[in-house]
């Protein structure tokens, strides 16, 4: 009893919290300030990573942690910056809060796949840091905020992926939502390491998405900002390849975003479309005619040449 007592105190964790089954030292490893909390009146269940304290945790290799509490890495009160979160095997969890009151957050998927079953909120009051390598993978429910200069980074192969709503809609806010002037960065080793998942449209119907027809579909709000603040497109940047530039810059969002996986829908034409009124950007997707579609319209063309010839010669 003594021993476990002297653990309690070692990681902050209350007793209650610790009886929880979610928690398991062969899948999550905590150091440091770490706090499970069974009910919030802000965030419900959560895990605190950084509380009063410096903290981290990760998520051991070649291991599966599924838990119903919400993450917080790095939050109030104190500066002890920064806390650390760690994907090296699967995590499955509910909604990601980074970078709280004066305390900076750091998450880093490295080779890892980490499954946000609920709204990724990536610089709550102070930046935050995601970065995805190694071939990680990152997929969210919900809305990805970006705010306060927070950057995100994708290397080699590794994925970003927004699950649609199955009437086709990104999330509470849209696929990437600003919240404020100071924005955030994407740096993207190419286009296709952004995903979206929209395999489970091709069968729907109806979808507040539009218009909805086997040649066409419009993914609206892909990027959307906080429009009682004001927001703008241009404060959010996107560096792809090397290439940087500005979301309200449709020209370099077609030229060099293109490229974005949409699973369900690989073999139709992308392009960006953005409204300056309400400074949101849409993906609006084509069908690509068939190889066969191209010879059909080349017979017709030619065939009515023929047609308008012989008239011509007998006139």
């Not at 150091?31 to 419900?44: M, N, P, R, V």
């Not at 990760?58 to 917080?72: F, K, P, R």
């Not at 086997?214 to 290439?243: H, M, P």
Request: overall charge neutral; proline content about 3%; glycine content about 10%.
């Amino acid at each position: 009893m003594n021993n476990l007592m002297t653990l309690l105190k070692t990681f902050t964790i209350p007793a209650l919290s610790f009886l929880i089954p979610v928690f398991t030292y062969a899948e999550i490893q905590l150091t440091g300030a770490c706090y499970y909390i069974e009910a919030d009146s802000k965030y419900g269940k959560v895990l605190k990573i950084g509380y009063k304290g410096s903290g981290s945790a990760t998520v051991q290799a070649n291991t599966t942690w599924n838990t119903e509490y919400n993450i917080l890495v790095g939050c109030c009160p104190d500066n002890y910056s920064p806390a650390i979160f760690k994907v090296l095997g699967t995590a499955n969890t509910k909604s990601v809060y980074v970078s709280g009151k004066i305390r900076d957050g750091e998450c880093y998927v490295e080779g890892g796949t980490w499954n946000c079953n609920g709204l990724f909120y990536l610089g709550q009051i102070t930046p935050g840091i995601l970065s995805i390598s190694n071939n990680g993978a990152v997929s969210i429910t919900d809305t990805f905020y970006m705010n306060y200069g927070s950057t995100l980074s994708i290397g080699d192969t590794s994925t970003l992926t927004f699950r649609l709503e199955s009437d086709g809609t990104f999330g509470t806010n849209g696929g990437i939502h600003v919240f404020n002037d100071l924005g955030g960065t994407f740096t993207l080793s190419a286009a296709s390491n952004l995903v979206i998942d929209a395999s489970n449209l091709a069968s729907t119907p109806t979808m507040r998405s539009r218009p909805t027809t086997e040649q066409s579909l419009i993914l609206e709000d892909f990027i959307t900002v906080e429009r009682k603040y004001a927001k703008t497109l241009s404060t959010l940047t996107f560096s792809v390849g090397g290439n940087t530039f500005k979301a309200d810059d449709e020209d370099a969002l077609n030229k060099h975003l293109s490229g974005i996986t949409v699973l369900g829908f690989e073999d139709y034409a992308k392009n960006f479309v953005i409204d300056t009124e309400n400074q949101t950007v849409a993906l609006h997707l084509s069908k690509i005619p068939e190889p066969s579609a191209f010879g059909l319209f080349a017979g017709t063309v030619a065939l009515g040449i023929v047609c308008v010839r012989r008239r011509r010669s007998r006139a």
